[in-house]
């Protein structure tokens, strides 16, 4: 099992331009969720799916769109970057039912954008 | 507010040294507590997930504590390897509000020096 996979692993952007950050999980999670790890804060939620074609909003959801359309993919995307944007990101799933409140949470190994 | 303090922000150790890290969490009502050990440019590694009913948690030279009742948790690692350096990050969950509510703590950045 690759686990979370997690593409681009760096990607530096101008201000305004559009990006996907890809995630892809195989291990036939429910949950998936996007983080954003800023120095100095802890890890904060940006948005989250507890399965296929149901999507919610995180703590800083702002300025970021998802959509899980299958079980195995849950894309995060810049729609107009802004240096604010600058962070590294994190995918992690876990399994349905004991997911978000009990269950153990597999990360990705994280992809750095830079926006200019 | 929903919060997890944790302490000391940073601490260098000599190879083959115990070390305890300590977190403090307000998280109410509370479901269990979390510590991942992050390598550096590596995503956040689950070490032990403990609920409000178990004391100590073991994983290998790792071994968790909770005391539910004064909000507190450490993580003890016996007998330190170079490959421990590392931040370790507690997650404290709580059962009601938020999105997934998961609270991260910064960090405690550890280094191992031989």
């Known amino acids: 099992n690759a686990g979370v996979t997690q593409t681009p692993k760096f990607q530096v952007l101008k201000t305004g331009q559009s990006m996907t950050l890809q995630c892809a999980q195989d291990m036939n999670h429910e949950y998936m969720s996007w983080y954003r790890q800023d120095p100095g804060m802890g890890l904060r939620l940006i948005h989250y799916?507890?399965?296929?074609?149901?999507?919610d909003q995180g703590e800083v959801p702002n300025g970021y769109n998802v959509s899980r359309s299958t079980t195995e993919d849950f894309p995060l995307r810049l729609l107009s970057a802004a240096p604010s944007q600058t962070s590294v990101y994190f995918c992690?799933?876990?399994?349905?039912?004991?997911?978000?409140?009990?269950?153990?949470?597999?990360f990705g190994e994280g992809s750095r954008l830079t926006v200019l | 507010k929903n919060q997890v303090e944790q302490s000391p922000q940073s601490l260098i150790i000599l190879e083959g040294k115990n070390c305890t890290l300590q977190?403090?969490?307000?998280?109410?009502?509370?479901?269990?507590l979390r510590w991942y050990k992050q390598d550096t440019g590596r995503g956040p590694v689950s070490l032990t997930i403990?609920?409000?009913?178990?004391n100590t948690k073991s994983n290998g030279r790792y071994t968790a504590t909770l005391d539910a009742d004064t909000k507190q948790s450490s993580l003890h690692i016996t007998a330190s390897q170079l490959s421990d350096s590392a931040s370790y990050i507690c997650v404290a969950v709580g059962l009601g509000g938020g999105a997934d509510g998961l609270t991260f703590g910064k960090g405690t950045h550890l280094i191992i020096q031989p």
């Open positions: 977190c403090n969490y307000t998280v109410s009502p509370f479901s269990n």
């Open positions: 799916s507890v399965g296929a074609g149901i999507t």
């Open positions: 403990m609920t409000f009913s178990e």
């Open positions: 992690a799933s876990s399994r349905a039912g004991t997911g978000t409140r009990s269950g153990e949470l597999f």
